[in-house]
């Protein structure tokens, strides 16, 4: 059975910071690309930031470019994203994503991040 478990979400001040940790169970983890997405209430699940399976090249969405970083571990079976500089609009549950086009997807429960002073 396939898990992604994340974790390390929380309440955080404007300008703080966060790491989210994804771990993986039950896939061969190295062979799948990594993203994180992120929903806030009320609008649309977006895309926040993707991974390559080697870890080679990485992506993200303007409004985080310069303040998140992704990164994963094959030998750990983990994706993480370092948040920085974390702003009011980065309020979300934000889920991880291990995709292939060939295996297909699976997601993660979701982990709540509130930035507030």
């Known amino acids: 059975q396939v898990q992604l478990v994340e974790s390390g979400g929380g309440l955080v001040q404007p300008g703080g910071s966060l790491r989210l940790s994804c771990a993986s169970s039950?896939?061969?983890?190295?062979?799948?690309?990594m993203r994180w997405y992120r929903q806030a209430p009320g609008k649309e699940r977006e895309l926040v930031a993707e991974?390559?399976?080697?870890?080679?090249?990485?992506n993200y969405a303007d409004s985080v470019k310069g303040r998140f970083t992704i990164s994963r571990d094959n030998r750990e079976n983990s994706a993480y994203l370092q948040m920085n500089s974390l702003k009011p609009e980065d309020t979300a549950i934000y889920y991880c994503?291990?995709?292939?086009?060939?295996?297909?997807?699976?997601w993660g429960q979701g982990t709540q991040v509130t930035v507030s002073s």
């Open positions: 991974i390559t399976t080697t870890g080679t090249t990485s």
């Open positions: 994503n291990a995709y292939d086009d060939f295996m297909g997807e699976y």
């Open positions: 039950g896939l061969t983890f190295s062979w799948y690309n």
